[in-house]
């Protein structure tokens, strides 16, 4: 046994199992919810839910005393993924289109590995501390942790850990782009379009024309700036009727919510202008947003040296012919070329280390990094109330990209599994030592404080909006922490 977690691999394992197989889209993960709760209460976690107003999000406590240590835990699925198990080719499950593309399944069971071995920690040393286990709903276009950090959820803590699986080892050590999305709802006037167009209004017009001018509007915006949409709705099948309703959903994207907020009021302008030139009218619906990242190198370089000293998992010949057979599914220039989530730095390094590690057992130098990863998540908002920190580690084959099949279809694997394990150690490890070195944590949270510059925490989602209003729309009973 390598890894102490592993004491608890066959829960675990269910745990994951059960997940993965759940796979609820955001806000509808119940039975995913459930499974952890179950778990951690049989543990000894005392479990509330509802925490900051979401039904399916939750709050587990073990132990007492400073500091607070607080582990995220995701698991919610994706649409339009849906994949059976352990393939090498595309095979849709019955009767379900969702499925498990970033490994959240993953993630949860990572961070409750890391939950029972600190609870094992803790039972042993009552004071040391207090773990806090969050359930933390809808990370995938629902910005679960935004609203829960806006309800003031996390400002109890010292420091926040988590993780995510990847097909790479890795401590992250860079930024990641603040974000925020909306829909644009047209509205025009319906005719004939053969007998009297010039009576008609086209909504689709205007959709049209507000992708065009936020195709101009790309040249004059930082590089590291990101504008992608989705037509939802184009107005009917029929060509022969104008389009009286039409509706557009646009994520914007930029290295600080300032800068978000900027951009995308300037997208609002080109919907404005183009509901002007259309004479249509145009409805703004805000949907959800998330902050940027501030990464902390205290905590990325403890967090990495752990994974070092851990050392990553050791693999069977059955493992090493299943890694083999995807290798050979994806080609050899995708494996050399996955960067995994990290920023693209020491390539030619990187390339190396994946030439000569095929099972990905090693972990990438680390580095605190001034460039940003052009994705984007909600850790983001936990980033900015306290010291966070995100570690990788391989639990998908090399060359497999995220939110594909074959994400989907490795994430119940024993290769996948021992990635949980590892990050699960790592997490307890580096929550132990920030337990036993106040000094580090006093550290990390000056290097905090530091970059945000003196500013506090402010939600990037407008009060009353959201993804929150809507779930009360349906009438939802919401308990609050």
């Not at 389009?243 to 995308?264: H, I, P, W």
């Not at 995708?334 to 972990?363: C, N, S, T, W």
């Amino acid at each position: 046994m390598k890894y102490e977690v592993e004491k608890y691999r066959e829960e675990l394992k269910a745990l994951n199992e059960t997940i993965w197989e759940a796979a609820e889209l955001k806000f509808e993960e119940v039975r995913s919810m459930k499974a952890m709760t179950d778990l951690l209460k049989g543990h000894g976690f005392s479990v509330e839910t509802g925490t900051g107003g979401i039904p399916t999000a939750f709050r587990a406590v073990y132990g007492s005393g400073s500091p607070v240590i607080g582990l995220l835990a995701e698991y919610d699925a994706l649409d339009g993924l849906s994949q059976k198990a352990g393939k090498l080719e595309k095979a849709p499950r019955p009767k379900t289109t969702h499925g498990h593309g970033c490994g959240h399944n993953l993630l949860g069971t990572g961070v409750a590995a890391a939950a029972l071995d600190l609870k094992d920690y803790l039972e042993r040393r009552p004071g040391a501390g207090t773990v806090v286990v969050y359930g933390c709903p809808a990370e995938e276009g629902g910005s679960g942790k935004t609203i829960m950090a806006g309800a003031g959820v996390f400002d109890e803590l010292d420091a926040a850990l988590t993780w995510h699986p990847c097909t790479i080892n890795a401590s992250m050590g860079c930024s990641m782009l603040a974000n925020c999305q909306a829909y644009f709802k047209f509205y025009g006037l319906a005719s004939h379009a053969g007998n009297a167009p010039q009576k008609g209004r086209s909504a689709l017009d205007a959709v049209e024309l507000m992708d065009v001018g936020v195709n101009f509007l790309r040249e004059h915006m930082e590089m590291t700036d990101r504008i992608h949409y989705a037509v939802l709705n184009t107005g009917g099948t029929s060509p022969n009727v104008v389009q009286e309703y039409a509706e557009v959903l646009y994520l914007v994207r930029s290295r600080t919510n300032e800068g978000v907020k900027e951009l995308y009021e300037r997208v609002c302008d080109v919907a404005r202008g183009a509901a002007l030139m259309t004479d249509t009218r145009v409805e703004i619906e805000f949907d959800k947003a998330c902050s940027n990242v501030v990464p902390n190198g205290v905590l990325g370089k403890m967090a990495y040296d752990i994974m070092v000293r851990l050392g990553p998992p050791e693999y069977t010949k059955e493992e090493r012919e299943y890694v083999k057979a995807y290798h050979e599914l994806v080609g050899r220039e995708a494996v050399l070329h996955d960067d995994g989530a990290v920023p693209p730095y020491d390539m030619e390094v990187r390339k190396q280390l994946v030439a000569d590690h095929p099972m990905a057992d090693f972990v990438l130098p680390y580095k605190l990094l001034t460039s940003t990863g052009t994705g984007s998540s909600d850790m983001g908002d936990v980033s900015q109330i306290v010291p966070l920190i995100q570690i990788e580690t391989a639990c998908f084959t090399q060359g497999a990209q995220p939110h594909s099949w074959l994400w989907v279809t490795q994430g119940t694997s024993s290769y996948a599994l021992k990635g949980v394990f590892y990050a699960g150690q790592t997490l307890s490890e580096l929550a132990k030592e920030l337990m036993e070195k106040p000094e580090l944590l006093q550290a990390a949270k000056e290097e905090q404080k530091k970059k945000m510059g003196g500013k506090s925490y402010v939600c990037p989602i407008p009060e009353g909006e959201g993804p929150l209003k809507r779930l009360l729309k349906k009438g939802e009973s919401h308990e609050r922490v």
